[in-house]
């Protein structure tokens, strides 16, 4: 009976392992943080708080880095705000849609935010293998990759992504928790203060 005890409790700890490393759904080999698309936070994904950030790297400048402002914002809560990069293809960019596939695609084995980076960083090397050679640079499984880029579904998601904020208005760059333009300008600089109510207030 022991013996078969044992065997039923190591085969449960093998499929609570295997549960683990799938990232909670979402595809590929997603973070243990909270899923494929979180970009540069480790809060779990039932975190309390939530960003979104709708920007693309090739628009990024332009639009006064709302990524970059909001990973600024967010580091004094580490565990706590969970961030999602929601990639955008301004007035129906070519380019800026490739760049947004080629997040989620990323995302799809947890390095969405590496991604980003890679791409806002190499924005002058665009060439034909630019996105193969991309994924090979962050390390993903490039066929895997290349599949998720060419599919649909992702394009779609950016297109919808885009919607959202009204073809880069400029009070649609973040959402904190739902709430679009959580300073009630433009700016961004309350952010943090933002943050911080919100995370007391989750308790």
């Known amino acids: 009976m022991r013996k078969k005890?044992?065997?039923?409790?190591?085969?449960?700890?093998?499929?609570?392992v295997a549960a683990c490393k799938g990232g909670g759904g979402g595809g590929g080999s997603a973070k243990s943080s909270g899923g494929p698309y979180n970009c540069f936070t480790d809060a779990p994904a039932d975190a309390?708080?939530?960003?979104?950030?709708?920007?693309?790297?090739?628009?990024?400048?332009t639009d006064e880095n709302p990524a970059e402002k909001v990973k600024?914002?967010?580091k004094d809560f580490a565990g706590k705000v969970k961030c999602v990069l929601r990639p955008v293809s301004p007035f129906?960019?070519?380019?800026?849609?490739?760049?947004?596939?080629?997040?989620?695609?990323?995302?799809?084995?947890g390095k969405a935010w590496e991604m980003y980076e890679y791409l806002k960083a190499h924005l002058k090397d665009i060439t034909d293998t630019f996105y193969t050679d991309a994924a090979r640079s962050i390390q993903l499984d490039t066929e895997k990759f290349n599949h998720d880029f060419a599919s649909d579904e992702i394009a779609e998601q950016v297109k919808q992504n885009t919607q959202k904020t009204s073809?880069?208005?400029p009070l649609r760059r973040v959402q904190l928790?739902?709430?679009?333009?959580?300073?009630?300008?433009?700016s961004l600089?309350?952010?943090a203060d933002k943050i911080k109510e919100k995370v007391q207030a989750a308790g």
């Open 167 to 169: 073809q880069g208005h």
């Open 189 to 191: 600089d309350c952010l």
């Open 92 to 109: 129906e960019q070519a380019d800026a849609l490739a760049a947004g596939k080629a997040i989620l695609a990323a995302g799809e084995q």
């Open 177 to 186: 928790d739902g709430q679009w333009a959580p300073c009630g300008t433009q």
């Open 48 to 61: 309390k708080v939530t960003l979104e950030v709708f920007t693309s790297p090739m628009r990024a400048e």
């Open 72 to 74: 600024d914002a967010s």
């Open 5 to 16: 005890a044992l065997i039923v409790t190591l085969a449960g700890l093998a499929l609570c």
